[in-house]
């Protein structure tokens, strides 16, 4: 079935380093893949989004790459800072049907100044 | 997002009761959603309708149910026989079938006592 894996689950930068997570996806024919910062307690908020007929898109300190061959796709955070620590989920939206996002299971950046 | 209302934003429960957690919106978006989400967990699809009077389960609907009367309600149900209902509830929208973007409320917070 449908399937997107998200790694790591945690991870800890300093302040101004960069941060990496990547997601896997099980469907080839997925064409949407957003990215949601949540803080505790508070709502998802989508971040940035890229969709299959792209292969990098970038605002202002994140971007978002595909590689649609391997069927991953990665978030990059540069000169990170501390207001960046949330829970960061991927999803990729599977069609044929459906039309459902499937999440991630989450990756809880840490920024330490 | 911030056409999208949540309510009650905390709610208690004994066991055996059920409950109504509303979801509104004034984005005259189509398609409603239902997540849950566990502590330190990602989201779970419970159900989801793309249109007024049509509604589909997710991937945990045993013990939710789910009404689409009007365009900007999606009221969910926590049934008596959901076992496990303690968890944080979101309602998301989107444009409309075949529409991938996903846009959050604010979140029920769900305790049974």
């Known amino acids: 079935g449908e399937n997107v894996e998200q790694h790591p689950s945690t991870l800890s930068v300093q302040e101004g380093d960069s941060a990496v997570i990547k997601c896997t996806y099980s469907?080839?024919?997925?064409?949407?893949f957003p990215w949601y910062k949540q803080e505790l307690g508070k709502r998802p908020q989508l971040i940035i989004d890229?969709?299959?007929?792209?292969g990098e898109k970038k605002d202002q300190r994140i971007a978002v790459t595909l590689n649609k061959t391997a069927k991953h796709f990665s978030l990059h955070i540069t000169e990170t800072q501390p207001e960046d620590s949330a829970v960061y989920f991927c999803?990729?939206?599977?069609?044929?049907?459906?039309?459902?996002?499937?999440f991630g299971a989450g990756t809880r950046l840490a920024v330490h100044p | 997002d911030g056409g999208i209302t949540q309510s009650p934003k905390y709610l208690f429960r004994k066991e055996g009761q059920n409950v109504t957690l509303s979801c509104e919106q004034n984005?005259?978006?189509?398609?409603m959603y239902w997540y849950r989400q566990d502590p330190g967990q990602g989201l779970r699809l419970i159900y989801y309708?793309?249109?007024?009077?049509?509604?589909q389960k997710g991937d945990i609907a045993e013990g939710y149910s789910v009404s689409r009367e009007k365009k900007e309600s999606f009221p969910l149900t926590v049934t008596s026989a959901q076992k496990n209902p303690t968890a944080f509830y979101l309602c998301?929208?989107?444009?409309?079938?075949?529409?991938?973007?996903?846009?959050f409320g604010p979140g029920t917070r769900l305790t049974v006592l």
């Open positions: 999803a990729a939206f599977f069609s044929g049907g459906y039309n459902k996002l499937i």
């Open positions: 469907d080839s024919a997925s064409n949407y």
């Open positions: 890229i969709r299959s007929n792209v």
């Open positions: 984005l005259n978006h189509d398609a």
């Open positions: 309708s793309q249109i007024v009077n049509d509604f």
């Open positions: 998301a929208v989107g444009q409309g079938p075949n529409t991938d973007t996903q846009y």
